[in-house]
């Protein structure tokens, strides 16, 4: 009786994550006239004319990054708007073409941050073309209904793994994701290709409670996502 007490209890009812992460997954904005002092939200939008597109490190107008990890280098994008003011976009998502824009062509910009302090922090950069279609978009959150913008309709999708901490232990998911009236279920750190677009999977995990009683000011749970319109064949 004592052996087999001993096997359950060596017996893990959920398999631990190994080596389970996710690709990068973010974007950073600023423009001329918007500042920012740290530890507060921040938002902005503009339309304008594309000047540059170019590969490089983070650029010094960026203020704010959303997503999944710093922004060391990626797709700088500046334009333009009507009064001549610069604002400048970069993405860092796998695969993004650097013929994604070019110069000339019109965009307008939706960015969005919220610091999380004593919750995670939420935030968004999204890309339009001159008609109003959303060309790139980069989220993200704590929690599934708070991500910001409503282009992307994210569901919770199948538990893959769980991570055991001594502040206590939560899990990955894979995402059912829902955009222009298409639907995908994205495996964890993967993507999947639509009709014209891609999605890629930049992390979700959550926690089934909230541990912050075991370690102070600790969440575990987050979630980032990218949505790519992919160019015409």
């Known amino acids: ?32 006239t918007l500042t920012y002092e740290g530890f507060s939200d921040l938002a902005a ?11 490089g490190p ?14 060391e280098q990626g797709l700088v994008i500046v334009f333009e708007d009507a009064a001549g003011v610069a604002w400048t976009v970069a993405v860092d998502v796998p695969d993004l073409a650097d013929t994604f824009l070019a110069a000339g062509d019109t965009v307008s910009f939706t960015g969005t941050y919220s610091f999380g302090g004593f919750t995670p922090a939420e935030g968004a950069v999204a890309l339009y073309d001159a008609d109003g279609n959303l060309r790139l978009l980069v989220e993200q959150a704590g929690w599934i209904e708070d991500l910001p913008l409503p282009d992307v309709e994210v569901t919770e999708g199948q538990q893959r793994c769980t991570v055991v901490d001594d502040c206590g232990d939560y899990s990955k998911y894979d995402m059912d994701v829902t955009v222009a009236g298409q639907h995908a279920t994205v495996a964890y750190g993967e993507q999947a290709d639509l009709d014209g677009l891609r999605v890629v999977h930049g992390g979700y995990q959550r926690a089934p409670t909230l541990v912050g009683d075991v370690c102070e000011d600790w969440i575990p749970d987050r979630l980032a996502l990218a949505v790519v319109v992919l160019p015409s064949p």
């Not at 690709?23 to 600023?30: E, I, K, Q």
């Not at 939008?45 to 590969?55: F, I, Q």
């Not at 983070?58 to 922004?71: I, Q, Y």
């Open 1 to 32: 009786m004592l052996l087999l007490l001993l096997a359950a209890c060596d017996t893990p009812s959920v398999e631990e994550c190994a080596d389970l992460a996710p690709p990068p997954v973010s974007a950073c904005f600023g423009g001329e």
């Open 45 to 55: 939008s503009a339309e304008g004319t594309v000047v540059s597109v170019a590969r």
């Open 58 to 71: 983070r650029p010094e107008a960026c203020l704010v990054t959303v997503g999944n990890g710093a922004l």
